[in-house]
């Protein structure tokens, strides 16, 4: 006797594998058409239940809903060697509500796509604070980044934003931004997107120890960092591109961020020669921008010799951060009174 499996013909397998594939479909574009309207990172693609406010996250995901933030007509981009600079003590000395877009561990690739997505929401704004570390000195035009980072949340292409929805961290996220949308105490996270990391550092050790005295005193070698010797630095050529198509009115300053002494090269050794022509790059980039200026964070003083003012030889303390940031401002106030 045949069993009802034996008997099951070709044309059943062929209805089954269409129901199966019938019903992936269907549970994919379902659970697609949730995640846009929750818009799990509040980009701003669908605003039904924008709530106007952060979701506590890291720095790579909200700088969508900060990027986008029409209160904000300043912004500062980098990495954690920028990060110590307050927004609000750039808003209170230059009148600009500035927000921070600096997210650690990023380098020009990153920076670059935060940058657009800030300018896409904000075609006119009033200033750009761009930090320029070793991190834009690759040679390399790919511009390829270190940990990963959710470019699909920033493209303007609709399809790379759908595909970016389809992770299964991004699902767990949907759900959690649905129970935090309609939770009874909702924790919202800083707005100007200012992360104090001196705490977390202090946690660590005293800064005498050997842990921060090796980080902070071990010489750099003479020798450029490999892909970082140069000629070509195809990032400051986007960078150039990126500026140039800025309004006129806008204040850009570019900051080369402190460095301990430790960390700067021997005078012209192969590093230093690499290292000049690549700041030299990226100033001749942003001076593709009328109003623009340099803030040089590495320039020799005191402050570089001091080990109580660093973590490592590129973290440094607010002792140091706080003056940076007034001559950030003092240079967009300089920048704004120019003809």
Known sequence: MMSASDSAGPRDWAAFARLFVRTVVGLIAGYLAVAVLIDPYDSGRSTVLSAGAVRPQGPRT??????????????VFGN????????????AATGIPFVQLSVP?????????????FLRHHPAPEAIVLSVD???CTDDPALPNDKPFPFWLYSHEPLD????LLRFSVAQEVVGRIGWLFGPRRKRATADGWWDYEPDYLKLGALDGERFRAARETPVPDTPAAGKAGPDFPAAERLGTALA??????AVVMVFPPVYTAGLP???????????????????AVQRHGRSALVDGRRERPALHD??????????????????ADEIAATILRLRKTP
């Open 62 to 75: 909200a700088a969508a809903s900060r990027g986008r933030d029409p209160t904000f007509e300043g912004a």
């Open 80 to 91: 954690s060697h920028i990060q110590l600079v307050e927004p609000a003590r750039l808003t």
């Open 105 to 117: 561990a990023t380098g020009p690739g990153e920076q670059l796509a935060l940058l657009a997505w």
């Open 134 to 136: 070793d991190y834009w």
């Open 161 to 164: 934003y759908l595909r970016g």
């Open 245 to 250: 198509a800025l309004p006129a009115e806008t």
């Open 266 to 284: 021997r005078p012209d050794t192969p590093r230093d020669r690499a290292e000049t022509a690549c700041r030299q790059a990226m100033t001749t």
């Open 307 to 324: 080990p109580a003012l660093f973590f490592d030889q590129t973290h440094y303390r607010h002792a140091l951060a706080r003056p940076l």
